[in-house]
């Protein structure tokens, strides 16, 4: 059996020396650069403005398995001007994909609540398809404390 | 019980007041990453399709991934203009489907 101390001074040695189990932790986590290929995609490729999305998010937590999220965008929510869609992206999950909402002028405030899950600390990105095509960003960070992540 | 699903809807309001909808569904929401106790990982399986109907118009949908915590909870919002019923409905993998219904008196 080992002592405390021996098994604190292995996982030193383990991660010091980057053996397979850092490369696991990696590999299991996307990277951010899959998180805007994805975003790009779920967008078309619309040219991103950086302003009229809220994302809501404790600013640090314990509970990865379960972090509650808002998402709010200024919008009028009438025919011509309202939100079509959001899509909200994890970029250090191992899926960066969290949900995509679709709403419609009857909704009346585009603003929507759930709880996701995060393996790592990391910046969550919604972006919000308007009605005129245009694409809308909004980013929130979030750290996660304590134990593991929420996607295993 | 497993797989029970809890709607939110004001009984009544008034004509084109902007109302809060919440629903939550318990369910596991397997990502497909996580380990059992018995070192083999859980089959992904989600119930990942949600689906918000006002007298059979569709007036919220959402697509939820495996980023979506287990026991999903979803709040939106909706303008009402007539009194009608709300049809809740979540889809799962394996043709899993979970309904239900709630009405709301509109005034004015």
């Known amino acids: ?152 | 019980m497993r797989n029970r699903l809890h709607v939110k809807v004001p009984r009544t309001a008034a004509k084109g007041d902007v109302i809060r909808l919440m629903s939550k569904l318990n369910h596991p929401m397997e990502s497909g990453w996580r380990k059992r106790l018995d070192g083999q990982v859980a089959p992904k399986s989600l119930a990942g399709e949600f689906r918000c109907l006002l007298n059979g118009r569709e007036v919220f949908r959402a697509d939820l991934e495996s980023g979506t915590a287990s026991d999903p909870y979803l709040s939106f919002y909706v303008r009402v203009e007539e009194s009608g019923v709300f049809r809740f409905q979540w889809v799962g993998d394996g043709d899993q489907r979970f309904e239900a219904e709630a009405a709301i008196e509109v005034m004015g």
Do not use: W, Y
């Open chain 1, 1 to 152: 059996m080992l002592s405390r101390r021996e098994i604190l001074l292995l996982c030193g040695a383990v991660t010091a020396a980057g053996l397979p189990f850092g490369g696991m932790l990696r590999e299991a986590s996307a990277a951010p650069a899959d998180a805007k290929k994805l975003l790009a995609e779920l967008t078309g490729g619309a040219e991103q403005q950086q302003d009229g999305v809220k994302i809501t998010l404790p600013a640090v937590t314990d509970q990865a398995r379960h972090v509650p999220m808002r998402v709010s965008v200024e919008s009028p929510m009438t025919e011509q001007d309202h939100v079509k869609a959001i899509h909200v992206v994890a970029e250090r999950n191992p899926t960066p994909a969290i949900a995509s909402f679709h709403l419609s002028p009857s909704n009346g405030k585009a603003e929507i609540s759930t709880r996701i899950r995060l393996l790592q600390t990391q910046v969550v990105v919604a972006a919000v398809e308007m009605s005129d095509g245009s694409v809308r960003i909004g980013k929130a960070r979030c750290k996660i404390t304590g134990g593991a992540g929420g996607c295993g």
